[in-house]
């Protein structure tokens, strides 16, 4: 459970680098904006390896994601890059009730959690469509999401019966915790394949300025 921590924390942040956009959240999440799916050539060069799926277009703009364990509520995890990205753009995406990002979010690869506070986190909003549940885009920043890519690039199925990733925070609507859990096997190779397609070096794990192309961005807290 996420706590108020002893002293606030900021973190300076900048939106000048564009970014890509998910094309399978369209198929993933009611409500999902496709206008920038337009990143993508429609030639794609995909694969997948254990859960995770994987898939550059002719420009080297690629991913790699994996759907929630579950699989009731459609969120997926995603690592994107560009060829001319400094590094991952990581997102969680979901749809239904909003975040509240107040004091950040807990991802734990394994055993190992990671605090990312509200200002390593970003949260976007997709295209609202009368009738749909509204999509959500939590966005991991900073440091602590640099720990979680290194930890993810580590092989972290490795001898692990049940490999997953997980994912919580509390929601807008009252619930003190959510808990998003992702597969594990298969996303060190994912990640390997991108790197191999982009000619970077192995097992880069920096993770780029977040940019505002899947929706609009909104407080982090419940404010709005």
């Not at 000048?16 to 050539?41: C, H, K, N, R």
Request: proline share 7%; glycine share 10%; net charge negative.
């Amino acid at each position: 459970m996420l706590t108020p921590p002893a002293a606030p924390q900021t973190t300076a942040r900048s939106s000048s680098l564009a970014g890509l956009s998910l094309l399978v959240l369209a198929m993933s999440l009611p409500g999902a904006a496709t206008a920038a799916s337009g990143w993508f050539d429609s030639k794609a060069d995909s694969g997948s390896f254990g859960d995770w799926s994987v898939f550059c277009d002719d420009s080297l703009a690629c991913e790699a994601y994996a759907e929630e364990l579950e699989g009731t509520g459609g969120s997926l995890f995603t690592l994107a890059r560009r060829a001319d990205d400094e590094g991952w753009r990581v997102s969680i995406s979901l749809s239904g009730t909003r975040p509240d990002l107040t004091y950040g979010i807990q991802i734990g690869v394994v055993d190992e959690p990671e605090h990312l506070p509200a200002g390593e986190v970003d949260l976007q909003r997709g295209e609202v469509i009368p009738g749909t549940a509204t999509s959500y885009h939590i966005l991991p920043t900073g440091a602590g999401a640099e720990r979680v890519v290194e930890r993810l690039r580590s092989n972290p199925a490795r001898g692990v019966k049940f490999p997953y990733m997980h994912v919580d925070f509390p929601d807008c609507g009252g619930a003190v915790e959510n808990t998003l859990s992702f597969p594990l096997a298969g996303v060190t190779e994912a990640l390997a394949w991108i790197d191999q397609k982009q000619n970077r070096p192995a097992g880069d794990s920096r993770v780029g300025i977040v940019p505002n192309d899947l929706g609009a961005t909104i407080p982090a807290d419940c404010s709005d």
